[in-house]
């Protein structure tokens, strides 16, 4: 429990926390922010010490006072015993698969996990001798069924980043324990202040900090968390594998964490606008958003969710490609680029088809994943409206 937390009467909520978390004013001069500090070599002052390896700090890759500063603040907010920085988010999902499997084993992987999960699966670990097989996000404790002598570890993502499908983790969750199976969780979307995967009985949580912590679009990273029982295999992987992060990229983090309870409520409740305005437009078949009453997820996502983020996906109604182009094409505040998290409004198209194993996508119309940003709402609703206009000239 950090300092600040002791002195109050009652525990503060993770809003209050993001701003004091991480911090130490007093061992820092009474600067406000913990500085960076950039380095490799760290010197001791005797052979005794220098052999003894037990100091906080004994090599640039093994963490600095930034990184420190960094990983205590996001094992706190999520409930863990440790945690890891790593340079993406894609890094600390690779570094979780490698901590727990051999050659010979077998993992579970959601079939609407983030598209270079899939990569890593069927590329990196078949090449180790590892087997990746997918499952259908709607399988609950079904799983069980899928387990076999060799099956060593699951991975969720939930909701899903494109189709935003909604795990039942508890479930999940209680069909691993029973056959000691690891657990790791995606939980970028919600973050750790609208989830908390390992209250729900996940392992490990992985988070692209890419996104909603960083916050600015300005920084590559990622961050493992982990229970007791599971920490000592991310050290080891992470350890073999030589992750480290930038210590400006950490700082960013950092400044980031101080905002992130203000922009993510903004986020979730402009997308949510938005979402209710696109699901009444003619264009679109329909809205995936967990958050709308109607989704397929919404049930388990009010269960266990105590918010949304500003990320979701639209089928529109079947149109030419030169419609969706134009419409695309020209729009103003949206921009066209991957990731998502920042205060930029995005939008890009995808086709979840040709990479899904386990289960089928039949819509006929285009899907579009929109990221909403820090823009004013009704700015972003005129934006579009130009743009559904465009592809109506076109049909």
Same mark, same amino acid.
């Given at each position: 429990?950090?300092?600040?937390?002791?002195?109050?009467?009652?525990?503060?909520?993770?809003?209050?926390?993001?701003?004091?978390?991480?911090?130490?004013?007093?061992?820092?001069?009474?600067?406000?922010?913990?500085?960076?500090?950039?380095?490799?070599?760290?010197?001791?002052?005797?052979?005794?010490?220098?052999?003894?390896?037990?100091?906080?700090?004994?090599?640039?890759?093994?963490?600095?006072?930034?990184?420190?500063?960094?990983?205590?603040?996001?094992?706190?907010?999520?409930?863990?015993?440790?945690?890891?920085?790593?340079?993406?988010?894609?890094?600390?999902?690779?570094?979780?698969?490698?901590?727990?499997?051999?050659?010979?084993d077998d993992i579970l992987i959601a079939d609407n996990?983030?598209?270079?999960?899939?990569?890593?699966?069927?590329?990196?670990?078949?090449?180790?001798?590892?087997?990746?097989?997918?499952?259908?996000?709607?399988?609950?404790?079904?799983?069980?069924?899928?387990?076999?002598?060799?099956?060593?570890?699951?991975?969720?993502?939930?909701?899903?980043? +494109?189709?935003?499908?909604?795990?039942?983790?508890?479930?999940?969750?209680?069909?691993?324990?029973?056959?000691?199976?690891?657990?790791?969780?995606?939980?970028?979307?919600?973050?750790?202040?609208?989830?908390?995967?390992?209250?729900?009985?996940?392992?490990?949580?992985?988070?692209?900090?890419?996104?909603?912590?960083?916050?600015?679009?300005?920084?590559?990273?990622?961050?493992?968390?982990?229970?007791?029982?599971?920490?000592?295999?991310?050290?080891?992987?992470?350890?073999?594998?030589?992750?480290?992060?930038?210590?400006?990229?950490?700082f960013l983090a950092l400044r980031g964490l101080r905002?992130?309870?203000?922009?993510?409520?903004?986020?979730?409740?402009?997308?949510?606008?938005?979402?209710?305005?696109? +699901?009444?437009?003619?264009?679109?078949?329909?809205?995936?958003?967990?958050?709308?009453?109607?989704?397929?997820?919404?049930?388990?996502?009010?269960?266990?969710?105590?918010?949304?983020?500003?990320?979701?996906?639209?089928?529109?109604?079947?149109?030419?490609?030169?419609?969706?182009?134009?419409?695309?094409?020209?729009?103003?505040?949206?921009?066209?680029?991957?990731?998502?998290?920042?205060?930029?409004?995005?939008?890009?198209?995808?086709?979840?088809?040709?990479?899904?194993?386990?289960?089928?996508?039949?819509?006929?119309?285009?899907?579009?994943?929109?990221?909403?940003?820090?823009?004013?709402?009704?700015?972003?609703?005129?934006?579009?409206?130009?743009?559904?206009?465009?592809?109506?000239?076109?049909?």
């Amino acid at each position: 429990m950090a300092l600040f937390e002791k002195r109050l009467a009652k525990p503060p909520s993770d809003e209050t926390r993001l701003v004091h978390l991480g911090r130490d004013p007093h061992a820092q001069h009474g600067f406000v922010n913990t500085p960076i500090y950039r380095g490799s070599t760290v010197l001791f002052p005797t052979v005794e010490e220098l052999t003894a390896y037990d100091k906080d700090y004994t090599y640039g890759r093994r963490g600095t006072p930034t990184v420190s500063a960094l990983t205590s603040a996001i094992t706190a907010l999520e409930g863990g015993h440790k945690s890891w920085v790593t340079p993406s988010g894609l890094a600390a999902i690779t570094a979780v698969l490698m901590a727990f499997v051999e050659a010979g084993d077998d993992i579970l992987i959601a079939d609407n996990v983030y598209q270079p999960t899939r990569r890593v699966a069927n590329r990196l670990l078949a090449k180790l001798g590892v087997t990746a097989r997918f499952y259908d996000p709607a399988v609950g404790a079904g799983i069980a069924g899928l387990f076999t002598e060799r099956t060593k570890l699951v991975l969720a993502e939930s909701p899903g980043s +494109q189709t935003f499908e909604v795990l039942d983790l508890a479930a999940i969750a209680g069909a691993c324990r029973a056959r000691n199976v690891w657990l790791a969780f995606d939980n970028t979307w919600a973050t750790p202040l609208y989830f908390k995967p390992l209250a729900h009985g996940a392992d490990i949580s992985i988070q692209a900090a890419t996104k909603y912590v960083v916050g600015h679009a300005d920084a590559m990273l990622g961050i493992i968390t982990a229970t007791e029982r599971a920490a000592p295999h991310i050290q080891r992987a992470h350890e073999d594998l030589g992750l480290c992060a930038g210590p400006e990229d950490c700082f960013l983090a950092l400044r980031g964490l101080r905002s992130m309870g203000v922009r993510l409520a903004r986020h979730g409740e402009s997308a949510l606008e938005i979402a209710r305005w696109l +699901q009444a437009r003619p264009e679109v078949a329909r809205v995936l958003h967990p958050a709308l009453p109607g989704d397929p997820g919404h049930e388990l996502w009010a269960r266990d969710f105590t918010g949304s983020s500003g990320l979701f996906s639209v089928v529109l109604k079947p149109c030419p490609r030169e419609g969706l182009a134009a419409m695309l094409n020209g729009l103003a505040l949206f921009g066209m680029g991957y990731s998502w998290g920042g205060f930029e409004s995005l939008i890009v198209p995808f086709d979840p088809r040709p990479y899904r194993t386990a289960t089928r996508w039949d819509d006929e119309g285009p899907a579009l994943r929109l990221h909403i940003g820090l823009d004013g709402v009704e700015d972003l609703k005129s934006d579009l409206d130009a743009g559904f206009q465009r592809l109506a000239a076109t049909v």
